[in-house]
Each structure stands twice: as structure tokens, then as C-alpha cells.
């Protein structure tokens, strides 16, 4: 098991920054790949970014590469997600999770085992 605590979401105006922290405990934190998924009312669940155990690699969507940087901290057992050049569009919840065991990459949610409550982003114009 591992628990998922985000934080650092809150409201912003447009071109601003934020980052966000994705805090894990129980099992080793350095065997799970991690993702950062969104999820904008009525819309569904989004694919923000994933690191590798390592860390050494990252994948992003085309809408926020170059954007969006995640990196994460195994001695700390954190993952964050540093996002900069904001728009109104980003405005979600904004969720990390841990990915299945012996995962190395995914895009989709069903492949992330674990879950965190989320924490809100809002982007004003």
C-alpha cells in the first residue's frame, strides 16, 4: 500500500506558476513509477505527466510540454510538479498516483494503482 497526500494547489492568475508536491508513504517509494492526471469539471480525468522510478525520465501530453516539469525526490519519497506559464485551461484537481507494481510508463489511469485526494488548481484570466 502507499498513501498519497498533494498539496501546494490554490488560485492563480494567468502566467503564473505553481508548483505542486505529491507527498508518499508505506511501501518504497523508488519501485513505483508516477503520474500527475487532472480532471476539469465535466470533462474527464487527464494525463498531465509521468517520472520514471528513477527519475532519470519524464513523459508529457503535447499540452503542457515545455509547461509542465515533474520530478520527484526518493530519499524524501516526493514527487512534484512544477508548473509554469499557467493558463485558465490548466484549472483542475490536480491528482498524483503511484503506478502498478513493475510499471515503467503509462499514459492511461488504470494503469496507476494508487491515489491521492487531489488538490485544486485554479488559473484566473
Known amino acids: 500500500q502507499v498513501q498519497l497526500v498533494e498539496s501546494g494547489g490554490g488560485l492563480v492568475q494567468a502566467g503564473a506558476s505553481l508548483r505542486l508536491s505529491c507527498a508518499a508513504s508505506g511501501r518504497t517509494f523508488s519501485s513505483y513509477t508516477m503520474g500527475w492526471f487532472r480532471q476539469a469539471p465535466g470533462k474527464e480525468r487527464e494525463f498531465v505527466g509521468a517520472?520514471?522510478?528513477?527519475?532519470?525520465?519524464?513523459y508529457y501530453p503535447d499540452s503542457v510540454k515545455g509547461r509542465f516539469t515533474i520530478s520527484r525526490d526518493n530519499t524524501n519519497s516526493t514527487v512534484y510538479l512544477q508548473m509554469n506559464s499557467l493558463k485558465p485551461e490548466d484549472t483542475a484537481v490536480y491528482y498524483c498516483a503511484a503506478g502498478e507494481p513493475g510499471l515503467s510508463y503509462a499514459r492511461s489511469q488504470d494503469r496507476y494503482a494508487y491515489w491521492g485526494q487531489g488538490t485544486q488548481v485554479t488559473v484566473s484570466s
Open positions: 517520472i520514471n522510478r528513477s527519475g532519470s525520465t519524464t
